[in-house]
């Protein structure tokens, strides 16, 4: 959902800084779902798609010459996606440093002009500095927070910071912090809400895998529990994926978070990014427990008050940002 939100802001964005009549081609792991369809935008299916399956190598090579003959027209390349300048996190795609270094290699071949636009750095292998170097040579970058902006200075790569695009979605980010409470992620419970009012209230969770615990049945003791106790306070449970991810079911959060499903309807999950979004939108629930990074930045945007449960630098210095408004 984060993905979608930052694509739609970020080419509004980019209209306002060339032209109305840009046309855009968004590589994308689901085309044929789009969140975004204007008639100015055009969706060509990503390269590469579980590249280590035999039966995809034909729709691999054909990805491939796709990608290659929008590089070749293309005035501008826009990298916006902030996954590649990690080089860990719990996906199953593996090496994104070296997928990226290989794509602005041939960026680079072609001539093209490459516009990093808002990416986070979080490097944790000093060994891979020097293929952040290569990747962001020659290349216009913007970042989004202070420590992406002096990890680059320090490899001589200059950046400027800009804003989360999703921050400019609705409201202006100027209202005091949504914030109720701050948990890092291995250590909440349904204990951390035992002095929050959770009655008669409609709580969404905005959970993703394996960050509550990396022991699968751990976890879901963990979320089972944390159900349990808001039900008892005589409500309902929203369950909002942010992640409807096709190819990696390590990302999705719509696979992850069904089976915390009840019998009864007081457990329902959203099934589809717009319903997601719509929720936010039109504030129908009372708090949200964020885990994911734009659930954090929706809830801010649209005046929701949410419990953050932290699991990253990223998260971190959005979420002091964000404490910083009064």
């Given amino acids: 959902m984060g993905d979608e939100l930052i ?22 792991y689901d085309c ?15 390269f590469p798609i579980w590249i280590k399956k035999l039966s995809n190598i034909f729709r691999n090579i054909r990805n491939f010459f796709g990608f290659l003959s929008v590089v070749k027209k293309s005035d501008l390349i826009v990298i916006w996606w902030w996954w590649i300048i990690y080089d860990w996190e719990k996906q199953t795609a593996r090496e994104p440093l070296d997928q990226w270094l290989f794509r602005t290699n041939i960026f680079k071949f072609y001539k093209k002009p490459v516009l990093f636009f808002a990416v986070w750095l979080n490097i944790r292998n000093k ?14 970058v913007t970042v989004r927070n202070t420590y992406s902006f002096d990890l680059l ?24 912090s949504m914030m109720i409470k701050k948990v890092k992620s291995p250590n909440f419970t349904y204990e951390d809400l035992e002095w929050i009012d959770l009655e008669w209230k409609k709580i969404a969770l905005a959970f993703r895998s394996n960050y509550l615990s990396e022991d699968d049945n751990i976890e879901e003791e963990k979320i089972n529990k ?3 106790y808001i039900l008892e306070k005589w409500w309902e449970v929203i369950l909002l994926p942010h992640s409807f991810h096709k190819t990696d079911i390590i990302a999705n959060d719509y696979a992850f978070m069904e089976k915390f499903l009840r019998i ?50 990223k998260t971190d210095e959005v979420l002091d940002s964000i404490s910083e408004q009064k």
């Fill in 32 to 46: 044929d779902n789009p969140f975004l369809k204007r008639k100015n935008i055009i969706y060509k299916e990503y």
């Fill in 264 to 313: 009864n309807d007081k457990v329902r999950i959203i099934a589809s990014m717009e319903d997601v979004y719509s929720k936010y939108i039109y504030k129908e629930f009372d708090i949200c427990i964020a885990m994911r990074l734009h659930s954090i930045i929706l809830s801010q945007v649209y005046g929701i008050p949410f419990i953050w449960v932290s699991y990253s630098i």
């Fill in 153 to 176: 200075k320090n490899i001589w790569i200059a950046s400027t910071i800009v804003e989360d695009p999703v921050f400019s979605e609705v409201l202006p980010y100027n209202q005091k």
């Fill in 226 to 228: 944390i159900i349990d």
């Fill in 127 to 140: 060994f891979n500095f020097s293929k952040i170097k290569k990747i962001f040579t020659w290349a216009e």
């Fill in 7 to 28: 694509l739609k802001n970020e080419i509004k964005m980019l209209e306002d800084e060339y032209w109305k009549d840009t046309q855009f081609i968004v590589f994308s």
